[in-house]
Protein backbone atom coordinates (compact mmCIF):
# COMPACT_ATOMS: atom_id res chain seq x y z
CA UNK A 1 0.00 0.00 0.00
CA UNK A 2 1.20 3.40 -1.01
CA UNK A 3 -0.43 6.74 0.60
CA UNK A 4 0.15 10.09 -1.70
CA UNK A 5 -0.19 13.12 0.05
CA UNK A 6 -0.37 16.70 -2.29
CA UNK A 7 0.60 19.90 -1.47
CA UNK A 8 1.12 23.32 -3.00
CA UNK A 9 -2.41 24.45 -4.49
CA UNK A 10 -3.71 27.75 -3.96
CA UNK A 11 -4.88 30.81 -5.58
CA UNK A 12 -2.86 32.75 -8.32
CA UNK A 13 -3.60 34.86 -11.01
CA UNK A 14 -3.30 34.27 -14.19
CA UNK A 15 0.42 34.50 -15.13
CA UNK A 16 1.90 32.89 -12.60
CA UNK A 17 3.57 29.91 -10.65
CA UNK A 18 2.67 27.93 -8.31
CA UNK A 19 4.69 24.37 -7.39
CA UNK A 20 3.06 20.92 -6.05
CA UNK A 21 4.15 18.45 -4.33
CA UNK A 22 3.11 14.78 -3.70
CA UNK A 23 4.89 12.75 -0.81
CA UNK A 24 4.81 9.09 -1.16
CA UNK A 25 4.74 7.16 2.08
CA UNK A 26 4.25 3.04 2.68
CA UNK A 27 6.60 1.26 -0.26
CA UNK A 28 9.60 2.05 -2.05
CA UNK A 29 9.02 5.43 -3.86
CA UNK A 30 11.81 4.37 -6.68
CA UNK A 31 9.38 0.89 -7.30
CA UNK A 32 6.52 3.29 -8.85
CA UNK A 33 6.11 5.40 -11.79
CA UNK A 34 4.14 8.36 -11.20
CA UNK A 35 2.02 11.14 -12.72
CA UNK A 36 0.18 14.52 -12.14
CA UNK A 37 -3.54 14.63 -13.50
CA UNK A 38 -6.22 17.23 -13.11
CA UNK A 39 -10.26 17.39 -12.80
CA UNK A 40 -12.44 20.21 -12.84
CA UNK A 41 -16.01 20.10 -11.71
CA UNK A 42 -18.14 18.28 -14.03
CA UNK A 43 -15.39 17.05 -16.44
CA UNK A 44 -13.60 13.74 -16.43
CA UNK A 45 -9.85 13.20 -14.94
CA UNK A 46 -7.26 14.45 -17.26
CA UNK A 47 -3.99 13.98 -17.69
CA UNK A 48 -1.69 16.26 -17.06
CA UNK A 49 2.05 14.69 -16.88
CA UNK A 50 4.08 11.34 -16.18
CA UNK A 51 7.95 10.56 -14.60
CA UNK A 52 9.51 7.32 -14.86
CA UNK A 53 10.82 5.34 -11.54
CA UNK A 54 13.95 6.73 -11.92
CA UNK A 55 13.03 10.18 -12.89
CA UNK A 56 15.04 10.25 -16.65
CA UNK A 57 11.94 10.51 -19.24
CA UNK A 58 8.82 12.70 -18.52
CA UNK A 59 5.51 12.71 -20.51
CA UNK A 60 3.57 15.80 -20.31
CA UNK A 61 -0.63 16.83 -21.99
CA UNK A 62 -0.19 18.94 -24.76
CA UNK A 63 -1.90 21.55 -23.11
CA UNK A 64 0.86 21.69 -20.37
CA UNK A 65 4.08 21.13 -22.89
CA UNK A 66 6.25 23.79 -22.47
CA UNK A 67 4.64 25.50 -19.25
CA UNK A 68 4.87 22.83 -16.79
CA UNK A 69 7.55 20.51 -15.11
CA UNK A 70 7.43 17.31 -13.45
CA UNK A 71 10.16 16.46 -11.12
CA UNK A 72 10.95 13.46 -8.57
CA UNK A 73 13.05 13.24 -5.57
CA UNK A 74 13.28 9.66 -4.73
CA UNK A 75 15.41 10.07 -1.80
CA UNK A 76 12.91 12.36 -0.23
CA UNK A 77 9.97 10.26 -1.60
CA UNK A 78 8.59 13.26 -3.62
CA UNK A 79 7.41 14.19 -6.85
CA UNK A 80 7.16 17.80 -8.11
CA UNK A 81 5.21 19.82 -10.35
CA UNK A 82 6.45 22.97 -11.38
CA UNK A 83 2.96 25.61 -12.99
CA UNK A 84 4.09 28.02 -15.03
CA UNK A 85 2.38 30.65 -16.71
CA UNK A 86 -0.70 29.34 -15.51
CA UNK A 87 -4.24 30.09 -17.06
CA UNK A 88 -7.66 30.18 -15.90
CA UNK A 89 -8.23 27.01 -17.31
CA UNK A 90 -6.05 25.30 -15.40
CA UNK A 91 -8.14 25.77 -12.51
CA UNK A 92 -8.91 22.11 -11.34
CA UNK A 93 -8.06 19.43 -8.55
CA UNK A 94 -4.39 18.40 -8.92
CA UNK A 95 -4.02 14.50 -7.96
CA UNK A 96 -1.00 12.25 -7.84
CA UNK A 97 -1.21 8.64 -8.81
CA UNK A 98 1.26 5.85 -8.61
CA UNK A 99 1.52 2.65 -10.51
CA UNK A 100 3.61 0.17 -12.92
CA UNK A 101 2.96 1.31 -16.43
CA UNK A 102 5.82 4.41 -17.48
CA UNK A 103 4.51 6.82 -19.20
CA UNK A 104 0.89 5.67 -18.67
CA UNK A 105 -1.32 8.48 -19.10
CA UNK A 106 -4.99 6.88 -18.51
CA UNK A 107 -6.08 6.69 -15.03
CA UNK A 108 -7.23 3.21 -14.83
CA UNK A 109 -3.04 2.56 -15.36
CA UNK A 110 -2.57 3.71 -11.68
CA UNK A 111 -3.33 2.15 -8.54
CA UNK A 112 -2.44 4.47 -6.00
CA UNK A 113 -4.16 8.47 -5.87
CA UNK A 114 -3.91 10.88 -3.20
CA UNK A 115 -6.89 13.12 -2.31
CA UNK A 116 -5.54 16.51 -4.26
CA UNK A 117 -4.73 19.96 -3.77
CA UNK A 118 -7.22 22.48 -5.14
CA UNK A 119 -5.62 24.93 -8.00
CA UNK A 120 -7.59 28.10 -9.18
CA UNK A 121 -6.10 30.52 -11.76
CA UNK A 122 -8.09 33.96 -11.57
CA UNK A 123 -8.22 35.87 -15.12
Known amino acids: QVQLVESGGGLVQAGGSLRLSCVASGRTFSDYAMGWFRQAPGKEREFVAAITRRGGITYYADSVKGRFTISRDNAKNTMYLQMNSLKPEDTAVYLC????????????????WGRGTQVTVSS
Open 97 to 112: AAGYIEGAARPQWYVY
